[in-house]
């Protein structure tokens, strides 16, 4: 597990929490369910990788997700992906053969 780069996605989906204004009830249940643990990763305290099924919030995303604001939808899954131990080898290698096309 990359703790800096756990920090730097939990920061992100932080700012995107807090900015969000809407009344969306399941993204104001996920903001409550997971700030305490947007603040261990924040502080570096997470040293096991979670399930991502066990990452708080994964009712809401699997059932309304997609329709969630881009920044708080693109922050929620990479900090999901990210706790869980990150992307495996393959899917880097995949994107970034991906990257490499569409210079």
């Known amino acids: 597990m990359n703790k800096e780069l756990l920090k730097k996605k939990a920061i992100s989906l932080e700012l995107s ?3 969000y204004s809407g009344s969306k009830d399941d993204i ?3 903001k409550s369910s997971i700030v305490k643990l947007i603040d261990r990763a924040k502080n570096e305290l997470i040293d096991i990788p979670m399930d991502i ?3 708080p919030g994964g009712y809401q995303w699997n059932n309304s ?3 969630w604001p ?3 939808r693109n922050s929620y899954h990479d900090f999901r992906v990210e706790i869980s131990g990150g992307l495996s080898d393959a899917a880097k290698e995949f994107l970034a053969s991906r990257k490499e ?3």
Do not use: T, W, Y
């Open 17 to 19: 929490l807090v900015q």
């Open 28 to 30: 104001l249940a996920v």
């Open 53 to 55: 099924g066990d990452v």
């Open 65 to 67: 997700g997609m329709s």
């Open 70 to 72: 881009e920044n708080i």
């Open 101 to 103: 096309k569409n210079i």
